[in-house]
């Protein structure tokens, strides 16, 4: 789960990072109180899970409060449009009123879970500001990286290596020894699976703030943070996407024209693979679980046929835990509910299986039935109009 800027940056707060003064405008008239607040001279930024907003017209700074409040209508419900949001963009419904800061440096901080070596990983750049992919492609050198022992996890000395490579002098060196230290507690105490500053700044008075923050949080953590699960904003996720996680299902949408419902996400990963090998693209990752229910099943089949990309559909079930009678039912109970406009595959193997087969054909369904995977995205590629 992603959350905001702003709820990012209070998040922080309470663990020690220090951050600018900000508050979230609901009008053009509160973000004027706002910057009268922070004296005068504020950054009026909007608020969407995406990053390069400044690029796209979304972060203005204002000289006075007369200049934010015209910044907030202008920012305020526009689509902003960034490398990050797609051509579709965003529209902008929460805008944040920050204190501006005089910067003399910025830098690039942040930590994540490096699954190669399975363990936190600090990373961080003495070139902040700009996209991290852009300064690992043309200058790698330039980025520290340094993996935190999972037995004695953060020390003083992890903090001094890496402030020192981004060469801070000693006096800015034990006060970064002490954030970093307080992002890494975050990062952990809140089953978080990135933090990323960027950029982290260096004040001419000597302060280091966390100008802009990101926090994205595992999902299978949220049981345990009821406050930051509530902190969720629906808006800004795709609404199948949303449809799926209040079914209980496992769905990412994608670019393709191939609706895909597999059970098991290994199953799932070599369903989309495959369809790509066969000449076209996935449109979704969509595992039912090996638990799928009827009513599950149905659900999945709903979400994928309200996809207007989706041109055909791919059923692929393995018949282990779950029954493959079972997933027939949802399809055919799904089917009855929304009509069924794109051509249909589905391959069946395993337990109950020819009871199923059966079940499809005998409720008159429009379907393309297929034994192995291979054939079966072939048959579904060539529904699409063949290969690309």
Do not use: W
């Amino acid at each position: 789960m992603n959350v905001h800027e702003y709820q990012a940056k209070e998040i922080l707060a309470r663990f020690g990072v220090a951050v600018p003064e900000g508050q979230l405008a609901e009008s053009a008239e509160d973000a004027r109180r706002i910057a009268e607040s922070l004296g005068g001279r504020v950054v009026v930024k909007a608020q969407v899970h995406a990053g390069g907003r400044g690029k796209g017209g979304g972060i203005k700074l204002a000289a006075d409060p007369d200049e934010a409040a015209r910044h907030f209508e202008e920012i305020f419900g526009m689509t902003l449009v960034t490398p990050q949001t797609g051509a579709k963009g965003r529209v902008v419904r929460r805008v944040y009123v920050t204190r501006a800061v005089e910067i003399e440096h910025e830098y690039y901080l942040s930590v994540l879970v490096d699954r190669a070596s399975a363990r936190l990983l600090v990373m961080a750049s003495a070139e902040g500001g700009v996209e991290i992919e852009k300064v690992a492609a043309e200058a790698p050198e330039k980025i520290v990286k340094v993996a935190l022992d999972p037995t004695v996890g953060y020390t003083a000395a992890v903090g001094r290596r890496v402030g020192y490579a981004l060469g801070l002098e000693p006096e800015l060196v034990r006060q970064f020894v002490r954030m970093l230290g307080s992002i890494v507690r975050c990062f952990v105490e809140t089953d978080a699976s990135l933090v990323e500053i960027n950029p982290l700044v260096r004040t001419p008075e000597g302060v280091l703030l966390a100008l802009d923050a990101k926090l994205n949080f595992d999902d299978s953590g949220l049981v345990r943070h009821p406050e930051i699960r509530e902190l969720r904003d629906t808006d800004e996720e795709d609404p199948l996407e949303v449809e799926a996680s209040r079914s209980g299902l496992n769905y990412i949408k994608l670019d393709g024209d191939v609706g895909c419902m597999v059970n098991g996400a290994g199953l799932a990963m070599a369903t989309m693979d495959i369809i790509d090998l066969a000449g076209s693209r996935p449109a979704n990752f969509l595992d039912v679980g090996g638990g799928a229910s009827k009513e599950s099943v149905a659900a999945a089949f709903r979400i994928l046929l309200a996809d207007p990309d989706v041109r055909a559909v791919l059923v692929n079930i393995f018949g282990g835990i779950v029954r493959c009678d079972r997933v027939a039912e949802g399809i055919i109970a799904a089917a009855e509910e929304v009509s069924l406009d794109v051509p249909l595959v589905v391959r069946l193997q395993g337990t109950n299986a020819a009871e199923a087969r059966r079940m499809l054909v005998e409720s008159a369904l429009e379907l393309d039935v297929a034994d192995g995977l291979d054939e079966a995205a072939r048959k579904v590629v060539a529904a699409v109009g063949g290969a690309r």
